[in-house]
T-cell receptor
């Protein structure tokens, strides 16, 4: 079993739609949960990070962590074509430990 | 946010040559840097963890004699791909742990695309 499972997509939605991206993880010891956005041929860009359980909101983006079910979510409201990218969920034990990535979900927002 | 740079951004080399990739934290000090490799349409796979002033810790299956890592200062780590072969062609990405200086996570460089002919 992979440590972090993520549906690779691709996922295509119309502009303005709410996007829901999800991951599951296997190790309950993970404490940090991140979402990265990666455009083609670029390095990952940190979008959101959460320590332990709970919600975090930043503009159109909301990250949720449910440690009881080992479930990580990212919601994008009012999606824009510029949001089209690969979204990677990730987790780690601490800020200085290695990051374990999901496989990434390719998202396409149709104008 | 914290800035991490990589140089070069792209390199093409002949089989058998060695290639050095630099990773720099520009506005913070990083005691720990990480090197990842990403194949097309695949996720990032950690290759090694680099600590300033000590030997790197390699992930299982990564040849330490082929992928030489040096972390000589708090702002610079280098990855040298020795005797490169076509199967080493990939996107190499570094990250740096900003620790207490910044938000509690790692920041990634823009990546280096290596093509071995």
């Amino acid at each position: 079993q992979k440590e972090v499972e993520q549906d690779p997509g691709p996922l295509s939605v119309p502009e303005g739609a709410i996007v829901s991206l999800n991951c599951t993880y296997s190790n309950s010891a993970f404490q940090y949960f991140m979402w990265y956005r990666q455009y083609s041929r670029k390095g990952p860009e940190l979008l959101m990070y959460t320590y332990s359980s709970g919600n975090k909101e930043d503009g159109r983006f909301t990250a949720q962590v449910d440690k009881s079910s080992k479930y990580i979510s990212l919601f994008i409201r009012d999606s824009q074509p510029s949001d089209s990218a690969t979204y990677l969920c990730a987790t780690s034990y601490s800020s200085a430990s290695k990051i374990i990535f999901g496989s990434g979900t390719r998202l396409s927002i149709r104008p | 946010g914290a800035v991490v740079s990589q140089h070069p951004s792209r390199v093409i080399c002949k089989s058998g040559t060695s290639v050095k990739i630099e990773c720099r934290s520009l506005d913070f000090q990083a005691t720990t840097m990480f090197w990842y490799r990403q194949f097309p349409k695949k996720s990032l796979m950690l290759m090694a963890t680099s600590n300033e002033g000590s030997k790197a810790t390699y992930e299982q299956g990564v040849e330490k004699d082929k992928f030489l890592i040096n972390h000589a200062s708090l702002t610079l780590s280098t990855l040298t791909v020795t005797s490169a072969h076509p199967e080493d062609s990939s996107f190499y990405i570094c990250s740096a742990d900003a620790g207490a200086e910044r938000t509690d996570t790692q920041y990634f460089g823009p990546g280096t695309r290596l093509t071995v002919l």
